[in-house]
């Protein structure tokens, strides 16, 4: 069965640093991966995705994420942190069904970040 | 286009009463998942629907059932609801499973 780590459960950076967000799954296969981030309260906002392709991965708000196999990674970096991204961030892996083209998903247990003004 | 919508909002429901959890999903999508998300976790699969069809069910009791009606709407239901089922359940739909999951807002459910 498929797993994912967050190994840092909070972080808290000033804004304008760069920020990297740790994520390791375990998956028998080439994994779908992805990000999302919620606020309180809120439901989840896909923030990027792998599926297969280019290993470093282009997502909204400035955030982006390398895919290493050999690490099993699968970490969110954005260069320069904007106040209104303090939220809740969960990587989760995605276990294909074979067929029928859908998948479950398996989430971390989120990291929280908050932002330093 | 619209997104995932999900009702109620909030509720609160005592034990061993039953509850029904509603989703609209977004528009031109046939495929939509249930999640778990107690406080202070990540979102846990519950079930998933595929055009009508469960394809995929989550480490949960039969007491957790779901319908999904020929317009990819989607109906939770929760039977004998217990203190831990207190939790917010999210709904989310994908056009199948391509580009990723689009999820609602979620119902928050307090179980007293």
């Known amino acids: 069965a498929q797993s994912v780590t967050q190994p840092d459960i909070h972080i808290t950076v000033s804004e304008g640093a760069s920020l990297e967000l740790r994520c390791n799954y375990s998956y028998g296969a080439t994994p779908y991966l992805f990000w999302y981030v919620q606020s309180p309260g809120q439901g989840l906002q896909l923030l990027l995705k792998y599926f297969s392709g280019d290993t470093l991965v282009q997502g909204i708000k400035g955030f982006e994420a390398e895919f290493k196999r050999s690490q099993s990674s699968f970490n969110l970096r954005k260069p320069s942190v904007h106040w209104s991204d303090a939220a809740e961030y969960f990587c989760?892996?995605?276990?294909?069904?074979?067929?029928?083209?859908?998948?479950?998903?398996?989430f971390g247990k989120g990291t929280k970040l908050s932002v330093i003004p | 286009e619209t997104g995932v919508t999900q009702s109620p909002t909030h509720l609160i429901k005592t034990r061993g009463q039953q509850v029904t959890l509603r989703c609209s999903s977004q528009s031109g999508h046939n495929t939509v998942s249930w999640y778990q998300q107690a406080l202070g976790q990540g979102p846990q699969f519950i079930f998933q629907?595929?055009?009508?069809?469960?394809?995929g069910r989550g480490n949960f009791p039969p007491r957790f059932s779901g319908l999904q009606f020929p317009n990819y709407s989607s109906e939770l239901n929760v039977n004998a609801l217990e203190l831990d089922d207190s939790a917010l359940y999210l709904c989310a739909s994908s056009l199948d499973g391509t580009h990723g999951y689009t999820f609602g807002s979620g119902t928050r459910l307090t179980v007293v």
């Open positions: 629907y595929y055009r009508e069809e469960e394809n």
């Open positions: 989760a892996v995605g276990a294909p069904y074979s067929g029928a083209g859908s998948y479950q998903l398996t």
